[in-house]
C-alpha cells in the first residue's frame, strides 16, 4: 500500500486548506482510512478517521473544523480544514490499518501564521 498526501502550506489562521491522500490501488478493500497530525515536539495524535460505510470520527481538538470524506472512484482520501488556528500546525499524516500493519503517508506541512 503507498500512500501520497499533498495539499499542504501556509496559511493565516482563520483560512482553510484541503490535503488529499491518494493511495495505489483500490480503497475499497480498507475498512478505515484516516489522518493524523505531529506537531514539533509533540506526540502523534489522531485527526480524523472515516470508514468504508462513511462514519467519521474526529480528535477533540478539530471537531467542527474539520471534515474527512473519501472518493471510491478516486481512491482519495480528503481533510477540508477550516477556520484554522496556529495550534494545527503540524506535520499531517495520512494512516491506513490493512491486514495488522499500519501504512504512512509521507507527510505534509501545515503552518498556520498567527
Known amino acids: 500500500v503507498q500512500l501520497q498526501a499533498s495539499g499542504g502550506g501556509l496559511v493565516q489562521a482563520g483560512g482553510s486548506l484541503r490535503l488529499s491522500c491518494a493511495a495505489s490501488g483500490s480503497i475499497f478493500r480498507f475498512n478505515a482510512m484516516g489522518w493524523y497530525r505531529q506537531a514539533p515536539g509533540k506526540q502523534r495524535e489522531l485527526v480524523a478517521t472515516?470508514?468504508?460505510?462513511?462514519?467519521?470520527n474526529y480528535g477533540d481538538s478539530v471537531k467542527g473544523r474539520f471534515t474527512i470524506s473519501r472518493d471510491n472512484a478516486k481512491n482519495t482520501v480528503y481533510l477540508q480544514m477550516n477556520s484554522l488556528k496556529p495550534e494545527d500546525t503540524a506535520v499531517y499524516y495520512c494512516n491506513v490499518p490493512w491486514r495488522a500493519i499500519d501504512y504512512w503517508g509521507q507527510g505534509t506541512l501545515v503552518t498556520v501564521s498567527s
Open positions: 472515516i470508514t468504508s460505510a462513511g462514519s467519521t
